[in-house]
């Protein structure tokens, strides 16, 4: 069947360290995007990608990086700028609907 | 930048009881409209859309949302609450104008409890 699958489920990092988040899609959409969900917040969009090789900065891009080299892959690198990393990650594809991955919960201590 | 506004952070419903969701958007020209329902450390599961065909939008699992231009609203309505219905829900919209550029903005969200 096809889906998005987010990997790990959970994660551990010390801070200052980087950490990068998977994100794979077997559905061939175009699209791919990276949300953040913290509590009372909804879920705010951190980058998105329309097209391989080519991905935008969301509202919250700042202490994150991304690359789209592959159609299938939109990993996720929370850098050691992200002042407040910890967080619950959803990453999403499209083609004429969006289809969101089971996220990664992420825990800086 | 569109965004939408999702009234009451939790509500709590007696089980049978009718479950409203509120949902108001802001833009000038009616977007594309969605609710998301969401479990505990979940991703997020479609409930139902609206993309500007009928106005009475029905989704999954009974649920149902009614856009009105005049109120910018589309509520999210079920008739008779069950115990599974308790949840994290989303509504989310999505400019018509960013066609090329779809992007989903998300409400804050509304929990769900149902109360036996």
């Known amino acids: 069947d096809g889906g998005i699958t987010q990997s790990p489920k959970y994660l551990f990092r010390k801070e200052g360290q980087n950490v990068t988040l998977s994100c794979e899609q077997n559905l061939n959409h175009d699209a791919m995007y990276w949300y953040r969900q913290d509590p009372g917040q909804g879920l705010r969009l951190i980058y998105y990608?329309?097209?391989?090789?080519?991905?935008q900065k969301g509202d919250i891009a700042e202490g994150y990086s991304v690359s789209r080299e592959k159609k299938e892959s939109f990993p996720l690198t929370v850098t050691s700028a992200q002042k407040n990393p910890t967080a619950f990650y959803l990453c999403?594809?499209?083609?004429?609907?969006?289809?969101f991955g089971s996220g990664t919960r992420l825990t800086v201590v | 930048a569109q965004s939408v506004t999702q009234l009451g952070s939790h509500v709590s419903v007696s089980e049978g009881a009718l479950v409203l969701l509120r949902c108001n958007y802001s833009s000038s020209v009616p977007p594309y409209l969605f609710w998301y329902v969401q479990y505990p450390n979940q991703g997020l599961q479609l409930l139902l859309k609206?993309?500007?065909?009928?106005?009475l939008v029905k989704g999954i699992n009974g649920f149902e949302a009614e856009f009105k231009k005049s109120e910018t609203s589309f509520h999210l309505t079920k008739p008779s609450a069950h115990m599974s219905d308790a949840a994290e829900y989303f509504c989310a919209v999505n400019p018509i104008s960013n066609f090329g550029n779809e992007k989903l903005t998300f409400g804050t969200g509304t929990r769900l409890t149902i109360i036996p």
């Open positions: 609206y993309t500007s065909a009928a106005t």
């Open positions: 990608s329309q097209i391989v090789n080519d991905f």
């Open positions: 999403a594809s499209r083609n004429y609907g969006y289809t």
